[in-house]
């Protein structure tokens, strides 16, 4: 919503003066942008006709708050930011940033102990002052929380930072320990922790470890390879259907399918690999669309086979490596062999770590290749085609090669979602779950498994995170479900995130070549001219 | 100096669709030489750069090197015989840096020889080893160029084909880069096949030329005698730099 003001009256406006001429104009766009959109509603009334609600009051919010936010950003943002970029004449020094006075030691204090307050006494503070405060209180115990992990973060930024890749595997290896060790003296009670864990490790730790996986996977085709793959939930739903069958028609074990399905997929990627070898860019991604459309509407007719858009069910859990099952009814049941109580949460455990170990193999064979020949032709073959064949490399096999690495892991990946859900269907394989991955991929940051993984969290972190908003409901009232929301959040996170930063949350390439003896000298670190 | 042939091209006929771009060109480069063909633009100086390299194919005529008939063989096929490029426009990696490019050019060994063959490229061009951790879109052109040429010779070539090295270039850039193609065919006995619009320069530094008019080679000889021929001094070098 930039509005250009000419030279002659910025020179003469003040701020204020400036910041009511543009939250007109802003607001002006608002109304025309919004009149039909929010102003308007259609419906349907009981005899099925068509009904036009007006909403004058709703638009007229969302109109002056667009202009009081232009309002407040030119007449009060702008000026703070430009100042804070201004030293002070006395001292030579810049102005605290606005980091270290947001993150105080007395703020933080007291929001620590207004979270444990809150937390504590969370089961009581409904019957003290009632439901709807009981509601706005735990929208502050969210807010409290947020602040004080922002606090840490902000403090050990510098260790965050130096430490990433150290600290983040640290955590996700860790994590369901934590959380079941945080539930369990929340409910005071192992069992309880256990059954609360579920949600966390599940929903949270697993779904966005398979987002993981399959974005590092197809990170190979576009992010290394720079191939335009708009069906790659293709792969992931073979893997997940070779498993599906394999295993309830024949019994055949996770142990030995996981890699046939990965091989099952490779092969796939190869054959689609073959036809789509001349294309580039746009009309590759057309085909590989078409390609991931015919998967699925296979999946859906070929009901002999795949028992149509019904999917198959009944799919056998994952067993620990033979020695323990998962079945309640087995007689080598884990709870049995370790006399410990019986829990489903041993299960989602069990498949996070799984999970988390496949993720960990994909990013330790990236790693490894793109410093292999067959990785560095990958990365050639982005940056110029012409280039690397007439350097002597076969454009045919490295193609094919990428195509097959990326599908392997969407493979393994499906077999993995395939034992995980114990049902599959051709409504989980549909175009947005690409999308979705190549989102990942792109804001990510292309090539950079980190920056991938952090985009992983954030995006399906965040919508799984939307679900628990039920304080929300006390703003916005009962029938407000932010979950539906989420594509929208989704959407809006994208934007942002592309205007901020165009090559995604990590943009640089880490080069994988250094003279000999400079070999811990990155070039990030080394001015230009100096390396 | 006159050694065997090294690459022979004859009758050489391409096409783009229905527009022939060559019209039977017969070039040859003996072992040792440097060749230069120059012409105007459109002339199909690229064409043929790009034909013995397999992309455009040539529909008739035979690309002969070192004895072998190279006109059907896939491109990559072609590289590994030890022909190496400096592609038109240079088509360096430009988000690797200037050592992972130097690394793709010695792919063909599996960088066999690397630490030697990179030295070699450093010593003819002190730039670049300056410019090691850059990346290549950062360099300026003339960085690019002997980035392209480095790249090209890491694959230890039989053959180096160049393609309007000078292009876009300062004078004094495209001096360095026409001494260094120089001290590598005398030091080392390169033969150097090279596409060029700056007629003058090319000649001067070439054992033989080419002349090529609208996809034909309508005269050759010894650099000396086509700088001295009255037809191509109007055509090329009359109001050029000298």
Redesign the interface.
Known sequence: MAVTVSRESDSVATPTQRALKEAFYAGAIALGLFVLFIGLKTGQNMSNELVLTQRWGLLAAVVIATAVGRFLYVAYGQPFMANQKIANVATGLLPASVGSRFFTLPAFIVAVVAMVLLFVFNGSLAGWVGAEPAGYLQFLRALAVIYVLACVIYYFRAFIHANFTKLGITALVLYPILVVAVLSLNAWSIAGGLQGSLKWVDNFGIQILIYVMLAWGLNIVVGLAGLLDLGYVAFYALGAYAYALLATQYGLSFWILLPAAGCMAALWGVLLGFPVLRLRGDYLAIVTLAFGEIIRLVLINWREVTNGSAGISGIPKVSFFGLMTFNVSDPNYIAKVLHIATSSAYYKIFLYYLILGLCLLTAFVTIRLRRL?VG??W??LR??E??????????TTTKLTAFATGAMFGGFAGSFFAARQGFVSPESFVFLESAIILAIVVLGGMGSLVGIAVAAMVMIGGTEALRELDFLKQIFGPDFTPELYRMLLFGMAMVIVMLWKPRGFVGS?E??????E?RA???SF?K??H? | MAGTTLLDIKGVETYYGNIRALNGVDVTVKEGEIVALIGANGAGKSTLMMTI?G?PRARTGTITFAGTDITQL???EI??MRI??S?EGR???????V??NL???A??D?LKHY?EDVEKVFTLFPRLK??????GG?LSGGEQQMLSIG?ALM?RPKLLLLDEPSLGLAPLIVKQIFDAIRELNRTQGLTVFLVEQNAFGALKLATRGYVMVNGNVTMSGTGKELLANPEVRAAYLEGGHH
């Open positions: 020949p560095r032709a990365e050639a940056e110029d012409i280039a690397c064949r007439s350097l002597g490399i076969n454009t390439r080069p994988t070549a250094f003279l000999k400079r000298v990155s070039s080394t230009e001219g390396g | 390299f992309a896939p491109t990559h590289a590994r190496a490029q592609p088509r360096i990696f430009p988000r690797m840096t050592m992972e690394q793709m050019g792919s063909l599996n630490d300056e410019r090691i951790a850059q990346r950062t790249r694959a």
